[in-house]
């Protein structure tokens, strides 16, 4: 007894689609390189240029870190401009989270409103609103911070909220048939349901936030990065490659401990029960 093959799933109808779905592909990459008008050659050229650039930055200028007390203190200041940013993000995110979640808000219209507004928070570019605060404030690490406040506020009030709506209904209803209020359903139903997806997406913003305020502060956000723009608006290369080395360092030291006190919060019974 044989059995009809569906042509939609012949090999050669298959390889027809594939082969169709590569050039494509490839005359799709070719019209950007036309419109953007770049030509392949400009990589080696490049490449040129990139070697003579590391040729005037090695090695780098380590006696910038005894010589130059302003150096420790700009990388102060990115981390506490990212942790600050965290904190009252994350708090102000964690407040409008249970507006914007359906099974916390009684009003459709405040929940609406709610992820308008967080919609809006995630859709301002970081640039945009940096420049709008330097206007507003003028150049430091406050309009650094504020910038990334309402970044945080926008992303992760709606991670928030998700985690909220994606409680499981059965507690929620156990507590509220005993007469629970609504705050009181949020303290002993919600909350321990959510709490490790919290934590979590907090320590993630901390290490987003303190990766933006490098770029942030070559804008005039203060910090480090500020630091990388005055060293590279002077020409001294070298220093610029020592900021470079401080920053990686910064990140990947904070990211590892991070992630270690993240596993420590998740793992205690106050978070998993």
């Keep these: 007894m044989s059995?009809?093959?569906?042509?939609?799933?012949?090999?050669?109808?298959?390889?027809?689609?594939?082969?169709i779905f590569l050039i494509a592909i490839i005359a799709g990459t070719y019209l950007l390189?036309?419109?953007?008008?770049?030509?392949?050659?400009?990589?080696?050229?490049?490449?040129?240029?990139?070697?003579d650039l590391?040729?005037?930055?090695?090695?780098?200028?380590?006696?910038?870190l005894?010589?130059?007390d302003s150096v420790l203190i700009s990388l102060v200041e990115t981390l506490s401009i990212?942790?600050?940013?965290?904190?009252?993000?994350?708090?102000?995110?964690?407040?409008?989270?249970?507006f914007a979640a359906s099974n916390t808000t009684p009003y459709p219209l405040v929940r609406l409103s709610t992820r308008?507004?967080?919609?809006?928070?995630?859709?301002?570019?970081h640039l945009i609103v940096i420049l709008v605060l330097l206007i507003a404030i003028g150049i430091g690490p406050f309009a650094g911070m504020l910038s990334l406040i309402l970044s945080s506020v926008g992303m992760f009030g709606k991670f928030f909220a998700d985690s909220i709506e994606h409680a499981e209904k059965g507690i929620l209803e156990s507590v509220q048939s005993v007469g629970s209020t609504r705050l009181q359903t949020i303290r002993y139903a919600v909350l321990p349901q959510v709490?490790?997806?919290f934590v979590a997406n907090l320590f993630y913003a901390f290490d987003q936030n303190l990766r933006i305020a490098v770029p942030l502060g070559v804008f005039g956000g203060?910090?480090?990065g500020f630091q990388l723009e005055v060293a590279k608006g002077l020409l001294h290369f070298k220093d610029v490659l020592l900021y470079t080395v401080l920053i990686v360092v910064m990140i990947t030291v904070m990211e590892r401990i991070s992630d270690w006190i993240r596993r420590t919060i998740i793992t205690q019974p106050m978070l998993t029960k």
Excluded: C, E, Y
């Excluded at 059995?3 to 082969?19: D, G």
């Design 3 to 19: 059995i009809a093959v569906p042509a939609a799933v012949l090999p050669s109808r298959k390889l027809h689609r594939t082969i």
């Design 33 to 51: 390189f036309v419109f953007l008008d770049v030509n392949p050659d400009s990589f080696f050229v490049d490449f040129r240029f990139l070697a």
């Design 54 to 64: 590391l040729n005037q930055m090695l090695p780098p200028n380590f006696t910038l």
């Design 66 to 68: 005894w010589k130059d």
């Design 82 to 98: 990212a942790f600050l940013a965290t904190a009252f993000g994350g708090a102000l995110a964690l407040l409008l989270a249970f």
């Design 116 to 125: 308008t507004l967080l919609a809006m928070s995630r859709s301002a570019p």
């Design 195 to 197: 709490m490790p997806s």
């Design 222 to 224: 203060g910090g480090i």
